[in-house]
Structures are given as structure tokens and as C-alpha cells.
């Protein structure tokens, strides 16, 4: 058992291994240009509104992408079928990388976040609502590359939903993202909802993802 879980770790460190440049896309969003656009907020006058606004904008939105392009050796590329049927374990599953990889880019965040924790209060809201935010959008991600057959569409939606609900729509009742101060466990109230949409996006995701297993083998 612990043999099977050593060997699926090390798959999964190959397949990131394998993203080559784009693998730094995530930590140079998180490490470079939020605290970048942050700090510039702040010179400029902005408090912890424009930081919550930032923070959702630019967090969420780069969560999924680690599982997009692990997905994209499975669903786009020549060959896939082989890729379904080399299964170890249902541990082995698409499903259990999306979870793994949502828990590695929220490692990220909470290192961001415990240096913004020196120059804002009440930041770990904020953090556990970005935090809910992320898996929403990778439970997304999931569920529509396994249903389109491919991870380009869902990757427009995902910067789509993005623009469109931060920049345009923010106060829609559609939008996941939070528009009001965030100063206690009572203003997240509207991530309850968004925790339970994303694990039934999961759950529909693992079921497709079953199904094309099946048919691989």
C-alpha cells in the first residue's frame, strides 16, 4: 500500500516536472505579482477592500491550472486511452490529482497570505474564502474537461467566469466572490454555499472520469 501511494506521488511529481515553464506560472502569480499589485494598492492609498478584491481576482482564478495541464495529457493528447487503463489505484485517479494539486497551490497561498497577515487584520477570512474559492474553480475545471473531452474550453471559462464576475458582475448573486467586509466567520456565509457546488461538481467529475476508465480498458 505505501509501495502504490510512493509510486503515484512520484507520477504526479513527473507530470508537473513535465509542465516545464508553465509549472512557475502559479508561484510567479502568487509570489511575485500579487504582493506586487498589492503593495502598489496600498502606496496608492487602497486598504484591505482593494486587497480582497486583488486577492480573489488573481487567486482563484490560477488554482486550476496545475490540474489543467496534468488533464491535458489525459483528454487531449494522442494515445489517451493507455493513460486510463495504467491505473494503480482509485487513488490513482484524475479525482485524487485534482485534490492533491488544489492542497499544494493552497500551501502556496498560506505562505502569501502569512506575510500579508503582517500588514492587514482579519486576512485569515479572507484566506479561507480564496481558499474555498480555488477548489470551486478546480471542481469546475474538473467537471468540464471531463465533459467536453478537453481542458481548452475550461480554461476560457475559468478566466471568463473571472473577468466577467470580478470586474463586471461582482455584486451578481451568480458570483462566488465575496463583496463585503470580510471581518468574521459570519461573512463567510456565502462559501458554504460554494463548498457544496464544488464537491458536486466533483462528484459528477469522478463519475464521467469512471466511465472513460471503463471504456479504456
Known amino acids: 500500500m505505501f509501495g502504490k501511494g510512493v509510486r503515484i506521488m512520484e507520477r504526479l511529481y513527473f507530470e508537473l516536472k513535465n509542465q516545464r515553464i508553465y509549472y512557475f506560472v502559479p508561484p510567479a502569480i502568487l509570489f511575485i505579482l500579487l504582493p506586487l499589485t498589492v503593495l502598489a494598492a496600498i502606496k496608492s492609498g487602497a486598504g484591505f477592500s482593494e486587497f480582497a478584491t486583488i486577492s480573489q481576482l488573481l487567486i482563484p482564478g490560477f488554482a486550476p491550472w496545475w490540474p489543467l495541464f496534468i488533464l491535458k495529457e489525459y483528454l487531449n493528447s494522442p494515445g489517451k486511452e493507455l493513460l486510463f487503463v495504467h491505473k494503480f489505484s482509485n487513488k490513482d485517479s484524475l479525482f485524487f490529482r485534482m485534490i492533491i494539486l488544489w492542497a499544494l497551490f493552497v500551501l502556496h497561498v498560506a505562505i502569501v497570505f502569512f506575510y500579508f497577515s503582517f500588514l492587514f487584520d482579519f486576512v485569515w477570512f479572507l484566506f479561507t474564502a480564496v481558499v474555498i474559492q480555488s477548489l470551486f474553480m478546480t471542481a469546475l475545471a474538473y467537471f468540464l474537461s471531463l465533459l467536453f473531452q478537453n481542458t481548452f474550453v475550461p480554461l476560457i471559462i475559468n478566466f471568463a467566469y473571472i473577468s466577467i464576475f470580478i470586474l463586471v458582475l461582482f455584486y451578481s448573486p451568480l458570483s462566488i466572490f465575496i463583496n463585503y467586509p470580510l471581518y468574521n466567520a ?10 457544496s457546488i464544488a464537491f458536486t461538481l466533483f462528484y459528477g467529475g469522478y463519475q464521467m472520469e469512471k466511465r472513460l476508465f471503463k471504456n479504456s480498458i
Not at 186 to 195: A, D, E, N, P
Request: net charge positive.
Open 186 to 195: 459570519g461573512s463567510l456565509g456565502k462559501s458554504i454555499v460554494v463548498t
